[in-house]
């Protein structure tokens, strides 16, 4: 059985001072939404916490109980962990991780955790998942990261920043995305492809498929297309 692993005394005190990293100074993004929820999210069970994450950066299947052979796949920015939930109730052997930065977001999440022994909800920045990762990670699921994409967000968007997952990814890992945005799309198998990595793009027909996450049925609501790449990177190709 994993085990549960909660935030403790002192990060919850990083999460109530907004200083979530013990390892990288700089600001934490904060909202008052955000404000409203610190303390909800604090009561909540089974959310691994910055310092707890950085613990058990490397060692995470071990730590929980699972298999060395166990696929560990992380969700970054999980929203309300309606996609990360799915993933975990449809593949009972592996450690699904939901990454989220959102204090509202994360209450959200929290709320599916009792019915999947096999999912944990992380607060954590996901450009940041270097001190929260070791090179353990099967794939990462990067589900509508940065809907209405704005050009001068590009350099802050998660699409954008491949080479911060790449190095994570143990031998023949993958990245996944889904987006709202053809360019994000295209821009996302060009940045795979210069990194090594082999890429498959098409647009999403949602028909029949189990898997969508609370932003596919939004889009799926207002008509909108969406599209999906993988880009996988055999171990040979991957960098350091
Ligand atoms: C558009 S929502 C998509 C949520 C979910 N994947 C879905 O499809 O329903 C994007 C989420 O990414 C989170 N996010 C954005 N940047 C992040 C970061 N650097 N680290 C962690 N979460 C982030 C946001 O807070 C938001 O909840």
Partial sequence: ???SITGTGADCALARHAVPYSAVPGPCPKTREENAYIRLVQECR?????LDAERLRGEWRQRLGFPAEAPLWVEVGCGCGFFAHHLAMTHAHALVLGVELRYKRLHQAARRLPAAANLRIVRYDGLRLAHALGREVDAFFLIYPDPWPR???RDRRLY????RFIPHLRGGGSIHLRTDSERVCAAFVRAAELLGGQATAHRLDRT??????AFDCL???LGAAAWEATASFAAARLPG
């Fill in 1 to 3: 059985m994993p085990a």
């Fill in 46 to 50: 089974g959310i691994v916490f910055p």
């Fill in 151 to 153: 050009p001068r967000d």
């Fill in 160 to 163: 954008s920043q491949l080479d």
């Fill in 208 to 213: 029949g498929r189990a898997d969508l996450s």
């Fill in 219 to 221: 889009f799926a609501h």
